[in-house]
């Protein structure tokens, strides 16, 4: 049975537990992940520490031991954009298949109010995952980068 935690922007977190939770998703992200200056700044919105909609960084614990971490975003947007963005997804690399991964997915959709978007590279395996707990793909995402 896992233990979670949830913060968000009326739930801060530590400095130290944020350079722990940059640290834990940069290294459990592995080839899907971003850099840390990156993950900080998905943190920091989700829990308002800048200008933001806001949002909340899930953490999942067994027996005391963090397995899994799940960040979202709110968008301010809802319908034709979902309301949320799931922006990471980690479980301890020593700990996979075990169900961690969709236990944290399953608690972040109840926690977060409307639907949820999220992007995954199409060799990523995690898209298994979304696709269990509901994910569907009907569109192409083209990005244009300046």
Request: hydrophobic share 35%; aromatic share 10%.
């Amino acid at each position: 049975m896992l233990d979670f935690k949830i913060y968000s922007p009326s739930t801060k977190m530590s400095t130290l537990d944020k350079l722990n939770t940059i640290d834990f998703l940069h290294k459990h992200l592995e080839q899907y992940g971003d850099e840390k200056a990156d993950i900080e700044k998905a943190i920091n919105y989700s829990l308002k520490e800048i200008s933001s909609f806001g949002g909340f960084v899930l953490k999942a614990f067994d027996s005391e031991k963090l397995v899994g971490i799940v960040v979202i975003n709110k968008t301010g947007m809802s319908g034709y954009i979902p309301e949320n963005i799931l922006v990471y997804i980690a479980v301890d690399n020593s700990q996979r298949g075990k169900g961690y991964g969709k236990s944290l997915m399953n608690k972040a959709i109840k926690l977060s109010e409307g639907s949820i978007a999220l992007h995954v590279e199409k060799d990523n395996p995690a898209r298994f995952l979304y696709e269990k707990v509901g994910f569907t793909n009907p569109y192409l995402e083209m990005r244009l980068k300046k």
